[in-house]
């Protein structure tokens, strides 16, 4: 989509395997998922990681990990990390596809904050909201091309075939879509170290994605005292109902009739007890051996750690509308 990202990618004639694979980088780790469609459905093949103490250790790292599950020519989905990028909820635009990408940075130039010629902007509308003299909107995606290049070329340089760059709001709605068999609305709530994350979906359709303002870095529910946990879990549940709130007045649905939960940190068994009684709705920790079958055994703890990159990794094989950065051609 964008000429000046593809003109990184070389033409490296690489038999293209199959499967599909998605990776991140975090400030001290990467973390990548790999799945495979057996007999048309799409298998967990495996989780893996590595740290890093230098930026320079990537890519020698990265190499040994592609060579070690023959993952080389796999094509690969990037997933950013929130810091990397902005969405921006947005109307609209009454143009065509050709005039989109010019009026769009128009629009949006006094919300970014770097030049909008360094921009790569991609969005997806979401569905219709049914509150009076509501107008259709956008989420629009906003991230830096410098950025976007250092790193595709380290992935190209290890012999992935990137295709796309991806977020974890469309992750997390690709894991929400393995349980929207009905008309049912699902809920995900994703506490990470740094930033916690709630999405709505229907209908494998993205609806809302909110990022909660609750410091998690520090809270540990295994020692903290009544009174913490009561304040910390009060303010959480508050972020979350007034996301339900808003979801049923914007699109006159009721609160979401499944709600999961999923942590990097701690249990998610407890923290889901503590939320079912403040939001008094029932919250469950997110088990995916219950929707995803896979070749290896993760834990709750192990599956939160890696949930944005298996649901990346889902994209290929049982999402094809699920939107996109950008893409890179061959």
Not at 40 to 51: E, H, K, M, V
Not at 99 to 110: H, N, Y
Not at 161 to 181: F, G, K, S, W
Not at 224 to 242: G, H, P, V, W
Request: aromatic fraction near 10%; charged fraction near 20%; glycine fraction near 2%.
């Amino acid at each position: 989509m964008l000429k000046k990202i593809k003109q990184y990618f070389k033409q490296t004639v690489i038999t293209h395997a199959r499967g599909f694979c998605c990776i991140t980088f975090l400030p001290q780790e990467v973390a990548l998922a790999y799945v495979m469609p057996v007999s048309g459905i799409p298998q967990l093949q495996f989780c893996d990681s590595f740290t890093f103490s230098k930026p320079s250790a990537i890519k020698p790292a990265l190499a040994e990990l592609v060579k070690k599950y023959h993952l080389e020519g796999v094509a690969c989905s990037w997933m950013l990390q929130s810091h990397h990028y902005q969405l921006l909820l947005t109307e609209s635009l009454p143009v065509t596809q050709a005039e989109f990408q010019s009026a769009i940075r128009w629009k949006i130039k006094d919300s970014v904050p770097f030049p909008i010629e360094e921009a790569v902007i991609d969005s997806f509308p979401i569905p219709s909201q049914k509150s009076v003299g509501a107008e259709n909107k956008i989420i629009v995606i906003v991230a830096r091309e410098s950025y976007l290049s250092s790193f595709a070329r380290t992935l190209q340089e290890c012999q992935l075939r990137l295709t796309t760059v991806d977020i974890p709001e469309m992750a997390l709605r690709n894991i929400t879509a393995l349980y929207e068999q009905d008309e049912k609305t699902t809920a995900l709530i994703y506490l990470q170290e740094h930033q916690n994350e709630l999405i709505i979906s229907k209908q494998k359709q993205l609806y809302f994605p909110r990022r909660l303002e609750v410091e998690y870095e520090h809270f540990d529910p295994s020692i903290a005292t009544d009174k913490e946990i009561n304040t910390y879990i009060s303010r959480l549940s508050l972020e979350i109902q007034r996301s339900f709130d808003y979801f049923q007045t914007q699109w006159r649905n009721p609160s979401p009739s499944r709600i999961f939960l999923a942590t990097t940190k701690f249990s998610a068994e407890k923290i889901a007890e503590y939320l079912s009684q403040n939001l008094s709705l029932p919250v469950k920790p997110l088990n995916l051996d219950d929707v995803l079958s896979s070749k290896q055994k993760l834990t709750l703890a192990e599956q939160g750690k890696y949930l944005t990159v298996i649901g990346g990794a889902l994209r290929e094989s049982a999402f094809s509308d699920a939107t996109e950065l950008h893409e890179t051609g061959n």
